[in-house]
């Protein structure tokens, strides 16, 4: 039984983020299969954005935060590890990124997944940290 524990603490299946991050990847594919709908403002669909951005960009932001909660990560400072993280998340992002976009529609993909991703990384272990410190 500790090593069931030691393994849903380290990667954070305790935590919401892992699940919310796939109910609103769930909800972004439903409304890509849904015909895609574009958001009502003209100057936004200008740009090609439509209502599946937000939960896309929502969904992001949580899988930052439930990497940002894994439980091999020090809670007293940001260490190599943050390091490594970042570059995984950066990885992986970069492959989603590569596979659902055109040539001209990558950059906005990397920067739609990866600024809310690292955003919600660094909330949760900023959040760790100033706790960690405060307890003390």
Request: net charge positive; glycine share 6%.
């Amino acid at each position: 039984m500790p090593k069931i524990r030691f393994f849903i603490n380290f990667m954070a299946l305790d935590k919401p983020w892992l699940y919310l991050f796939a109910l609103f990847a769930f909800f972004t594919i439903l409304l890509v299969w849904l015909g895609n709908p574009l958001l009502p403002m003209q100057g936004l669909q200008e740009y090609g954005l439509a209502w599946h951005h937000i939960p896309e960009i929502i969904s992001f932001l949580l899988f930052g935060m439930w990497l940002g909660s894994l439980g091999y990560l020090s809670t007293e400072s940001l260490t190599y590890l943050d390091f490594l993280t970042l570059v995984l998340t950066a990885t992986i992002i970069l492959a989603y990124a590569k596979i659902i976009s055109y040539l001209t529609m990558f950059p906005i993909v990397l920067t739609i997944a990866l600024i809310p991703s690292f955003l919600g990384y660094f909330l949760v272990r900023l959040h760790q940290i100033r706790k960690a410190k405060g307890n003390r």
